[in-house]
């Protein structure tokens, strides 16, 4: 490598050289004598050697120059000196920046929720506090998930100076990873889409419920004034505004609970006899939903009970908050809802559908056309018998007995001889939700495929 060569101040007066018939300044020796050691270090190099070390450089320089720069050179640094030198003050500077960093994350401190903690809710967000104690910081302070920066909803200064920053951000399924800026934290949440309450376990380690342990925390009470609740009122009691001024965010959509829009929020979180704490409820809930829906009883005496139902657990489908469907539905009703169960009729809402006959009532009336998405008394919760229940559509074939597809073969009224079990209906020969043959047919109806399922 090419060293620049020693500077040696312009003060200084020009001095004999080793050779008397010339008189040159020491810049000019420095300058030729580094040109010399440029030379033999190309010479050694061509010869299989690496460089030369140091001390044969100022021993080779000090045989040229004057006691006078001799001393100048012994102060001054050799190369490497410089170089460790700016190591040296580099690692200072970057040990300046660390405790920087530190120090800014000494003074953000996260409040909640705590690392690594896991979240059961239905809309898919969550809040975040971080504490300041210096206002430097703050301006430059944001969250980042995944390319996208989040800035403060909130900044809020306590009585003892301290800085509150509310952070609402979004989350998705699994694994979030969220980066503290500037300090560059990583904070990790476990996010859990909360659908049933049957096989949920808040008291599961790691999972967070702000108001577990009171109703509220105290790293929160600077600025949020803690007013002791009274007994839970009564349904259609007085209006629960306090719950409101956090959760305002649960009733935003269209179709709104009456409880949770009339603020009756404790007639389902109140499952405690202590007025202070706040229950999540789990499990089977219909006890809590039958306090209203009275009516709704009835369904345990049917004789067929939609899954949900028959568990206990009606938030399967219906959120007890609010959401942009009809009564509270987190899907569309009509299809998108049922096939998130159902997931072997999903392909029949395709686009691109690999069923190539779609019984239009899917499309149109959607599944609660034919079922009762509660209780029937009737099979796989149909609204009436299945013959009836065609022809509600289908009026040509209203009060036919026999007669089709040919002369004299019954339609209904004898057992079915592939499904011994069952009546013979109109889906004893066509699917009612798809099929590949025309008509909805079970098989094709050339060589007598369906018929010979019956008639061998």
């Known amino acids: 490598m090419n060293r620049m060569p020693h500077r040696l101040p312009e003060t200084y007066p020009p001095l004999l050289s080793d050779h008397p018939t010339l008189l040159i300044s020491p810049l000019k020796k420095a300058a030729s004598a580094a040109e010399a050691r440029k030379n033999k270090a190309k010479k050694q190099r061509s010869h299989g050697f690496r460089g030369i070390s140091e001390s044969c450089k100022l021993a080779s320089l000090n045989r040229i120059l004057s006691p006078h720069q001799q001393i100048a050179n012994k102060e001054r640094p050799s190369s490497a000196g410089v170089f460790q030198r700016a190591v040296m003050v580099g690692a200072a500077v970057g040990l300046s920046l660390l405790l920087l960093v530190e120090q800014v994350w000494a003074a953000a401190e996260i409040l909640t ?51 509150y920053l509310h952070f609402r951000l979004p989350l998705t399924p699994g694994k979030n990873i969220l980066e503290l800026i500037p300090t560059n934290k990583d904070i990790i949440l476990k996010y859990r889409p909360l659908r049933s309450l049957l096989n949920v376990n808040f008291d599961e380690k790691g999972v ?110 219906h959120n007890p908050h609010a959401d942009q469907n009809r009564s509270q539905l987190w899907a569309k009703g009509q299809d998108e809802l049922c096939v998130a169960c159902h997931t072997d009729k999903k392909d029949l809402l395709a686009e691109d559908s690999s069923t190539y006959y779609i019984h239009g009532i899917i499309k149109g009336g959607g599944c609660t056309a034919c079922h009762n998405p509660h209780a029937a008394d009737n099979r796989f919760q149909l609204h009436k018998p299945i013959n009836e229940l065609c022809v509600g559509c289908h009026i040509s074939f209203q009060g036919v007995e026999k007669g089709h597809p040919v002369g004299g073969h019954p339609v209904q009224g004898v057992k079915d001889p592939r499904r011994p079990e069952r009546s013979f209906a109109c889906t004893s020969c066509h699917n009612p939700h798809g099929s590949d043959y025309k008509f909805l047919l079970i098989g094709d ?10 008639h061998y």
């Not at 959509?253 to 202070?276: F, G, I, M, N, V």
């Not at 109806?445 to 019956?454: A, P």
Request: aromatic share 6%.
């Open 208 to 317: 967070f419920l702000f108001h577990r342990q009171a109703l509220l925390p105290d790293a929160c009470s600077e600025c949020h004034y803690e007013k002791p609740l009274p007994e839970a009122p009564p349904i259609a009691g007085n209006p629960q505004q306090l719950c409101f001024t956090c959760h305002k965010n649960i009733i935003a959509e269209s179709w709104k609970h009456s409880p949770a829009a009339t603020l009756q929020c404790r007639s389902c979180h109140q499952t405690t006899p202590d007025p202070q704490r706040i229950a999540i409820p789990e499990g089977k809930v219909e006890s809590s939903c039958f306090q209203c829906h009275v009516n709704k009883k009835a369904w345990l005496k049917m004789d067929h009970i939609h899954g949900p139902v028959g568990t206990g657990d009606c938030t399967v489908c």
């Open 113 to 163: 929720p705590p690392p690594e903690a896991t979240i059961y809710a239905r809309h898919p967000t969550t809040h975040l506090i971080v504490r300041h104690q210096a206002n430097d910081s703050i301006s430059r302070t944001r969250i980042r998930k995944d390319d996208l920066l989040f800035s403060p909803q909130g900044v809020h200064q306590s009585k003892s100076g301290e800085y």
């Open 445 to 454: 109806i050339l060589g007598g495929q369906v018929c010979s399922q019956c």
